[in-house]
């Protein structure tokens, strides 16, 4: 029997099967053009699968709301005054977890839900709408050093100079992953300016048309046995982000006067592909003309996790360049980790701290309950810091995620309530500093994070909720060596143990054959380290 994340996950597979090429169709109508899907699916993929597993969450929320609770009446924004779309799938993902903005989807799927017996209070005031652009969240209290903002500026007069050497024929390369030393490297390898392309945001200001959108909605609609599919039918064009519909020719016009190469040999991206919404009509548009995608893998979670395999990157590249994983398909290429690649190995202190490294609270994308989700895993950080023994409880520095203030839960204040002797870094200090510091690091999730520090050799511990639930049966043996290595931990309590029973040697124990045999061999498949990444990189680029 399948659980219920696989039950979700065969929901949302099929119901994209089903519906995106309906939405392919009419979005051509619209723009009368005749792209295929996978021109779409570079565009709006990853908004459109995001956005089925965010309305499964919401309608079967609601509905155990109305099963379990007694709910005589609510009190809703006005949808009238509010609109759903966003401009772009990034204020999309805001919008997503903004309350006010939910208030108003709830209102809509409630509408749209069968014997409902509520009574529905709106809040008429019209000075309440949201602006649709989304809703931007304080800027990060990592303020740019005086440095930082130095070697921007120069990245900018650099990159004004750099773009009168590009050629038509040049690769377009940008945010690969790999440290810019290496890009420039890569760049000079194929033969051509090393360019460093900033991403282009554009400036359109367009408001959704309610009447054209509840033209397209006839279309979508029609009658289905499955009632959650009728109401992603009812729902989808009025959420659908502005650029995708009535602002797709502003943003051509834009695409069409980028200094990038004309007819590019090929591109190459590792971070593009998600959110920059110019790049991917640019490159939609290159693709269908014939000229070959490559996308590099972006961190943790490809291969490994079943509800997220493959990802719309995957599926939508020609070529899929992975940090080792191979399945032997000729789509991905195992290359290496391309974060670490060329840089000065890390370094930690044999007698320095303890580092525990700290996730941040889901965004509301996913079809499970991520504030109850994110209660039950800062209880297991609790629970790790009580059974610390003194010393390295005393040593103990949490790193909070960088994006932790986007959210409400507060992480910090959270912490010095449990503890106020704690010693909590908010982000603003560099990792890699951070691990200099440190003679052993605890990452409290499933992260990019262990990659790199097992990549790097750096003693490290891992531990998670929920067992192997989250990956696919296929790889768990992979993750089985680092357990029964000792590296990875199921239980705060075992990976508590692990540090007291080391702490006085760390060195002694990560230096253990069996330990070290089971980083490298994971390491082989998930973490490849290598000598002359441009070689590798540029030898396969040549060959295409």
Request: net charge neutral; aromatic share 14%; hydrophobic share 35%.
């Amino acid at each position: 029997a399948c659980d219920f994340g696989d039950l979700i996950l065969h929901c949302v597979k099929m119901l994209e099967e089903k519906l995106f090429p309906e939405l392919c169709i009419l979005l051509n109508g619209y723009h009368g053009t005749q792209h295929n899907e996978r021109f779409w699916s570079i565009i709006i993929g990853h908004w459109f699968r995001a956005t089925l597993l965010m309305l499964l969450n919401r309608v079967n929320t609601l509905e155990q709301c109305f099963l379990t609770e007694e709910i005589s009446e609510t009190t809703l924004y006005h949808s009238e005054y509010c609109s759903l779309a966003s401009p772009d799938w990034s204020s999309a993902i805001i919008s997503f977890n903004n309350d006010q903005w939910n208030n108003v989807l709830n209102g809509r799927i409630i509408n749209l839900l069968d014997n409902i017996n509520i009574s529905l209070n709106y809040y008429e005031d019209e000075n309440s709408s949201f602006v649709y652009q989304g809703f931007k969240y304080k800027a990060s209290i990592n303020d740019q050093s005086f440095k930082r903002k130095i070697l921007k500026w120069a990245q900018i007069i650099y990159s004004k100079i750099a773009t009168k050497f590009v050629k038509n024929t040049d690769a377009l390369i940008i945010n690969s992953y790999l440290p810019i030393k290496e890009e420039i490297k890569l760049e000079l390898s194929l033969g051509q300016w090393p360019q460093m392309w900033n991403v282009f945001t554009p400036k359109i200001d367009l408001k959704p048309d309610q009447i054209l959108r509840k033209n397209l909605t006839k279309k979508f609609e029609h009658k289905s046995e499955n009632y959650i599919e009728n109401i992603i039918r009812t729902l989808l064009f009025e959420l659908l982000p502005v650029y995708y519909l009535e602002a797709q020719q502003d943003l051509k016009k834009i695409v069409n006067e980028l200094p990038w190469p004309k007819s590019p040999k090929f591109i190459f991206t590792s971070n593009n592909f998600y959110t920059d919404e110019v790049f991917k009509l640019w490159t939609a548009i290159k693709v269908e003309l014939g000229t070959k995608y490559y996308v590099g893998q972006h961190g943790n979670g490809y291969f490994a996790r079943k509800h997220r395999f493959p990802r719309i990157e995957e599926k939508t590249s020609d070529k899929f360049l992975t940090w080792g994983w191979t399945n032997g398909l000729a789509k991905y290429i195992p290359a290496f980790i391309f974060k670490t690649a060329g840089r000065k190995p890390f370094s930690y202190n044999i007698n320095g701290r303890l580092l525990l490294i700290e996730t941040v609270q889901s965004r509301r994308l996913v079809t499970w309950d991520a504030t109850s989700e994110h209660d039950k895993y800062f209880e297991d950080q609790k629970k790790f810091v009580s059974e610390l023994a003194n010393e390295p409880k005393h040593k103990l520095t949490i790193r909070l995620s960088t994006h932790y203030q986007e959210r409400k839960y507060n992480d910090d204040s959270r912490w010095y309530e449990f503890d106020q002797s704690l010693k909590i870094d908010n982000g603003n200090i560099a990792i890699r500093h951070l691990i200099a510091d440190s003679r052993l690091v605890v990452h409290s999730y499933d992260s990019t994070g262990i990659l790199e520090t097992l990549s790097q050799n750096i003693p490290t511990l891992a531990f998670w909720q929920n067992n192997f639930d989250h990956l696919r049966e296929e790889v768990i043996p992979e993750y089985q060596m680092l357990v029964d290595a000792g590296i990875v931990h199921l239980s705060a309590k075992s990976v508590a143990d692990k540090v007291n029973e080391i702490w006085s040697d760390v060195d002694k124990w990560w230096s253990e054959r069996n330990v070290q045999d089971a980083r490298k061999s994971f390491c082989d498949i998930y973490a490849k380290n290598c000598e002359n990444p441009t070689k590798t990189l540029s030898s396969f680029f040549s060959k295409k």
